[in-house]
């Protein structure tokens, strides 16, 4: 679950029900832009990697509008669920390094931070107010 701004000034994730909304992008030219473009449109927050990698989903998400196209997509869907396992794998660890990257370069900022399961890294945009 992502983090508010308070959450990530205090180090510690407050366990409330209430989640942040997040805005999911796609279709940048690499996985840096991507992640940028992801922590720009959702800049109040903070991130995982694996809430990185869901925001930087490639997935066509657009549902059929008929029960006809639904029973003509699922074959197209199976063939594609397959490439999409093998895609995903790829895509994690280019996200990974590309995250990794960014954060060396100082454009993200990383934050160990308390949450009920123990200490998670999250990662956000570093604009000049959120810098530490």
Known sequence: MPISDDEWDDGSR???AT????TPVGDYEDEKELIVAFLSENVDNAYTRTEIVRGVDFGND?????????????QDELVDLAGD??????LIDDVDE????LVAEGTVAEKE???GDGTTTYYRLNTDDARE
Do not use: H, K, Q, Y
């Open 19 to 22: 989640a942040a909304g997040t």
């Open 113 to 115: 931070v308390e949450t």
């Open 85 to 90: 396992v093998v895609a995903s794998g790829m």
């Open 62 to 74: 657009a549902r059929p509008e008929t029960i006809r196209e639904v029973l003509t997509e699922i």
């Open 98 to 101: 590309a995250l990794d990257e």
């Open 14 to 16: 407050a366990d409330s």
